[in-house]
């Protein structure tokens, strides 16, 4: 009887919703040819750290694809296993990296997600959950709990700027971390100016649950705010730095990779350095999403009293990767106590990375392996502990 009312209301919502926006998603019928690409060559399943674990080939692009292409010959239904095997992923384009033939996998589990939820009850709650009125004023309240300080909408420095950036936060960074207090302390003496609007979400976790309507309402309200005169887009999450780069892949924008950095390639563009009162130990996790990490060997270079050892696998998942950890707990756990045990034979003091989520992955992982000494931190929380910044 509740599910009934509840349909009901939902599909009411849709109406109205679908009649105020295009909708963007392709089916998976569309996707028939590309998912024909695949040779069965085998490449991804070398590079995907869920098939590492499982030998299982339904976990790797491989095995989805040969049950996705049978649900568009009709030959297989979109079922709850298929499903199951469709959130055993990362969603950490190694695989798409690999193939020869090209494919984008992410794009087609994306389609696949959505053809599967949309029929669902379990995929209308979700939907529900994560409408503007829910998920926005949730991240907001759980903002004002864990991060009471007001954040800096626009923070103008004292020197005229030669560099004007708009800095694009995060939903959990939002949360969890304190980036405005450690931008502030990095750049006290620089000449950036940083503009800071309150942003949507990038619109990832609805990416993931296939929730295309939603991604496209967040995307389009952030476009809108990136329609401003800055020069450069800068973020201090991976994850949210890949999902405004795919926003090219479904709409008119231009957030080109030139023009969209991390807070670690301004910092070695600017060639800041940085001064620890004692010597210190520091490795690095490449998150998967991550563009390019060249500015962290530049940035080492320039701080006095901190020591760079290389991890084994450095951009190797951490295993945490948004719902993947939620839905895959043993596997997940199993992946991040992989990469703690990389980051325990450096022996460092502190792991840095650039991505909220890896934090928390990589925090899982140490936790498991009971290491109480190394510190995991972002690389602004890291570089604000300097004592002399110049
Ligand atoms: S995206 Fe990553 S986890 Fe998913 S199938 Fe590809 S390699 Fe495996
Ligand atoms: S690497 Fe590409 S072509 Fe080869 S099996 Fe995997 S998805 Fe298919």
């Avoid at 750049?187 to 979400?201: A, M, N, T, V, Y």
């Avoid at 990136?226 to 020069?231: F, H, I, Q, S, T």
């Amino acid at each position: 009887m509740f599910l009934e009312k509840f349909n009901d209301f939902y599909c009411l919502l849709k109406i109205v919703y679908n009649s105020c926006y295009y909708f963007i998603m392709k089916t998976l019928k569309d996707y028939e040819k590309e998912l024909s690409k695949c040779s069965k060559c085998g490449q991804c399943q070398v590079a995907c750290p869920v098939y590492k674990l499982t030998k299982n080939d339904c976990t790797v692009s491989r095995g989805k694809f040969l049950m996705l292409h049978g649900v568009t010959q009709g030959e297989l239904k979109l079922s709850q296993n298929i499903n199951k095997y469709l959130d055993m992923c990362l969603k950490c384009g190694k695989c798409s990296d690999f193939c020869p033939a090209g494919i984008d996998v992410l794009e087609i589990i994306t389609c696949a997600k959505h053809e599967y939820m949309k029929n669902t009850v379990l995929g209308k709650i979700i939907n529900f959950l994560q409408s503007r009125l829910v998920f926005s004023n949730m991240i907001k309240m759980m903002a004002r709990i864990f991060n009471p300080h007001p954040t800096t909408p626009h923070l103008k420095m004292e020197r005229e700027s030669t560099l004007s950036v708009m800095y694009f936060k995060g939903c959990v960074n939002k949360i969890l971390s304190n980036t405005d207090k450690h931008l502030g302390k990095i750049f006290k003496d620089s000449d950036i100016e940083i503009i800071s609007p309150d942003f949507d979400c990038c619109g990832l976790p609805f990416l993931s649950e296939g929730n295309m309507e939603r991604f496209e309402q967040s995307a389009k309200a952030n476009i809108e705010k990136l329609n401003a005169n800055y020069d450069y887009l800068v973020t201090d999450c991976a994850s949210c730095e890949s999902t405004l780069l795919s926003y090219n892949k479904y709409f008119d924008c231009n957030i080109t990779p030139e023009k969209l950095l991390n807070w670690g390639d301004i910092i070695a563009l600017k060639g800041l350095k940085f001064e620890f009162k004692k010597p210190v130990k520091v490795t690095f996790h490449k998150p998967c999403h991550l563009k390019s990490d060249t500015f962290f060997e530049k940035i080492i270079s320039n701080c006095t009293n901190a020591e760079y050892v290389k991890m084994t696998d450095y951009d190797e998942c951490c295993g945490f990767a948004g719902s993947f950890a939620l839905k895959n707990r043993e596997l997940s756990k199993e992946i991040s106590k992989n990469k703690a045990i990389n980051i325990q034979n450096t022996d460092a003091d502190y792991v840095i990375t650039s991505c909220p989520a890896c934090i928390l992955g990589l925090k899982q992982g140490l936790k498991l392996i009971k290491n109480k000494k190394t510190k995991v931190v972002s690389l602004l929380e890291f570089l604000s502990k300097a004592e002399r910044i110049y």
